[in-house]
């Protein structure tokens, strides 16, 4: 299929895209170069080869629903990983990151099971907006000793890549690496995309993918119907966010807190205090 100039790229940031970008049976190679890109950045060895857990799978029609938008897989040794993108905050991510981590842990042997044959898990959380207190776009956790770094075990890793913190690397596009894959992820134009695959090779076959998925009328409806849905859940959840700060403005208040102290603890605005407190 050629590449109609006139039609608008969707967005590979919203997970219905996404993951039949790099969590579907026909693009595992691009999954494993990613996943590659990523390893090698943290100082790691690199993976031969992976098996999906849960691959992306055609619905039967364009009103079917992909609930499960992460991708699982599982390397040569054993190892399970687990990679989300996340386009809005959900809130509380980290507590989040950590309950599916335990749970992608905890289901690999039975009750009464041998601890002996647990693997490592690795979860990697790509997330549109910032999060962590630090200027690093990719940031690596593991279980270690606070005053002298000796590893408990090495069998949890957390990924966290933050597309926001991405700006000032803008620059390294030459180098090759993770910073290329997410800079196509964050959406850099087209005109650059060249550039972006000279170092990253399997980077052109994202893109392709991209391309046709964009030109695809069942692909749009599906990207449309998910960003509908998306954008819903971010609504009630900064509503429920809004109607907590309210009620413990009001407490405040009650308690005869001053205006400004108020709005400044919680995110309020004066106006919306003066309002509560009428």
């Not at 991708?71 to 309950?99: C, D, S, V, W």
């Not at 992608?104 to 009750?111: F, G, L, S, T």
């Not at 170092?199 to 990207?223: G, H, I, N």
């Not at 849905?229 to 208040?253: F, H, M, N, P, Q």
Request: charged share 30%; proline share 4%; aromatic share 8%.
């Amino acid at each position: 299929m050629e590449w109609d100039a006139h039609v608008r790229l969707l967005d590979p940031r919203v997970d219905v895209i996404f993951k039949r970008i790099f969590g579907s049976e026909r693009n595992k190679d691009v999954l494993l170069a990613f996943l590659n890109s990523t390893f090698r950045e943290a100082g790691e060895s690199p993976l031969t080869e992976i098996v999906l857990l849960n691959p992306y799978t055609e619905p039967d029609s364009p009103n079917d629903k992909q609930s499960i938008m992460d991708i699982k897989a599982k390397t040569a040794k054993g190892e399970l990983l687990n990679i989300e993108m996340q386009l809005f905050n959900p809130y509380h991510m980290e507590k989040r990151t950590l309950f599916y981590w335990s749970e992608m842990y905890y289901h690999q042997i039975p009750k009464g099971g041998n601890y002996n044959t647990l693997k490592k898990c690795v979860t990697i959380n790509i997330l549109n907006y910032s999060t962590l207190p630090n200027d690093r776009y990719h940031s690596v956790f593991h279980l270690r000793e606070d005053r002298t770094g000796v590893p408990l075990l090495d069998d949890i890793e957390i990924h966290i890549i933050e597309l926001t913190k991405l700006n000032e690397h803008a620059a390294e596009l030459e180098e090759g690496g993770l910073v290329n894959w997410l800079l196509f992820l964050k959406g850099v134009d087209k005109s650059n995309w060249e550039v972006l695959t000279m170092k990253e090779p399997m980077l052109k076959k994202a893109m392709d993918t991209l391309e046709f998925l964009s030109q695809d009328r069942a692909a749009r409806m599906a990207y449309d119907a998910r960003m509908k849905a998306l954008s819903d859940e971010k609504s009630r959840i900064e509503g429920a966010k809004t109607e907590t700060s309210k009620e413990i403005a009001v407490r405040l208040l009650n308690r005869g807190v001053d205006l400004q102290t108020v709005s400044e603890a919680t995110g309020l605005s004066m106006e919306e205090v003066k309002l509560l407190r009428q």
